[in-house]
């Protein structure tokens, strides 16, 4: 199983890109997907999340601003990033799972099993 994550860039603040995650192999119709970032010397933290059954999960940080979607006909997550502050910049990366992960487990990315390669997203003030 592959994760192709693009879509990042550089980007003045309050302005909006769309990360795609792209995943081969396996088909992920069921289960769950979700989008992790790190800042520069900081820890990975839970960004958003989807489930089958369009279940949605969003960090407080980024609740309203971004807006996370899949095409399970393209096997392809989107995370729709808007009004984007320089405290976003980071490196973000979707990670997957075959299991439909609830609340209290979507933020821990221990509980996926498939990660793809970062993709940097830079917000200029």
């Known amino acids: 199983v592959q994760l192709q994550a693009s879509g990042g860039g550089l980007v003045q603040a309050g302005g909006s890109l769309r990360l795609s995650c792209v995943a081969s192999g396996r088909t992920f119709s069921a289960g769950t997907i979700g989008w992790f970032r790190r800042a520069p010397g900081k820890e990975r933290e839970f960004v958003a999340a989807?489930?089958?059954?369009?279940?949605?999960g969003y960090a407080d940080s980024v609740r309203g601003r971004f807006t996370i979607s899949r095409d399970n006909a393209k096997n392809t997550v989107y995370l729709q990033m808007n009004s984007l502050k320089p405290e976003d910049t980071a490196d973000y990366y979707c990670a997957a799972t075959t299991s439909n992960l609830i609340v209290s487990t979507r933020r821990n990315p221990a509980n996926y099993n498939y990660w793809g390669q970062g993709t940097q997203v830079t917000v200029s003030s």
């Open positions: 989807i489930r089958s059954g369009v279940t949605f």
